[in-house]
């Protein structure tokens, strides 16, 4: 009898099992069946040989704050630019309006009204980032206007770093797409890329829109400062993170970072003085959701 009761049990048990597999499959087919289910599998490939889409202009709002600090780490001065930039504009050209600068004492003091920055109201120009290294290029631009050159030459170098390399980059390789590289900033000074990688890290969403996550880096840059009076000679790093959008290549968000560690000195001064200069940027456009 006992032997009888134990195979009972051991039977019981082996039908719950068996009815356990059956439901897990069947669970698992259905939901395999259902409509809307089928995904196509992500490409880990970049799309090839593909252009910039520009059914139009588009208007970016770049964002930058710089944080002037001493020796010891504390903030002296923090300044804010902010400008409007216009892309997709007839015949390739490109144009600013809006560009304001603000200006703040130590940490956390509030930032003065905005000065609107007059000569680069309409500033329009074919945007092509080899041609803003023309001598002539910044004509209209007072000495001075370090910041306001940086706004072009930022936003040439993010749309650059984010749609021109689609070719040669691979998940999670580094591409290395400058090295010792010299760059002659006109009316500003020199400037050196050491190396400059790239690499694409992923996907994301950004604005409703499939995205490449693209990050770029270039530390240890010799870089030299002359105008206006002013002379800065020094190091650069800078970093940051692109969104680009797979269909259009549009950038559809992206980020800079940079630390300049350098002496200077000024106009009114005999003695140069030990600086760090670090700024970090946002440029996103302005129909962002």
């Not at 021109?164 to 010792?180: G, I, R, T």
């Not at 000074?189 to 790239?198: A, R």
Request: proline fraction near 5%; hydrophobic fraction near 35%.
């Amino acid at each position: 009898m006992r032997q009888r009761k134990i195979q009972a049990e051991r039977w019981k048990t082996m039908q719950i099992r068996t009815k356990s597999t059956l439901i897990a499959i069947l669970l698992l087919w259905t939901a395999t069946s259902l409509p809307g289910q089928d995904k196509p599998a992500r490409s880990w490939n970049l799309p090839q040989g593909t252009a910039v889409k520009d059914i139009g202009p588009r208007t970016y709002r770049f964002v930058v704050d710089y944080n002037t600090a001493n020796t010891k780490g504390e903030i002296v001065v923090r300044q804010r630019l902010t400008g409007e930039y216009t892309r997709g504009l007839p015949d390739g050209e490109a144009e600013w309006k809006n560009v304001t600068q603000s200006v703040a004492t130590g940490t956390s003091a509030p930032f003065a009204a905005e000065q609107k920055r007059a000569f680069m109201e309409g500033f329009r120009y074919r945007n092509d980032l080899g041609s803003t290294m023309a001598p002539d290029f910044f004509k209209g631009f007072p000495p001075s206007a370090i910041m306001e050159r940086n706004l072009v030459w930022d936003t040439g170098m993010i749309e650059m770093f984010g749609q021109n390399f689609f070719d040669h980059l691979k998940l999670n390789a580094p591409y290395q797409m400058a090295s010792d590289q010299d760059v002659s900033m006109p009316g500003v000074g020199t400037f050196k890329n050491h190396s400059v990688v790239l690499k694409w890290i992923g996907h994301g969403q950004r604005n409703g829109r499939e995205c490449a996550l693209i990050t770029y880096q270039a530390f240890f840059n010799p870089v030299n400062i002359a105008t206006g009076g002013m002379t800065l000679i020094g190091r650069s790093d800078y970093w940051g993170e692109i969104w680009v959008s797979l269909e259009t290549k549009q950038i559809e968000y992206g980020t800079l970072y940079e630390s300049v560690v350098g002496e200077m000195k000024l106009p009114s001064q005999e003695s140069w003085q030990v600086i760090n200069i670090f700024r970090n940027g946002t440029l996103q456009p302005v129909d962002a959701q």
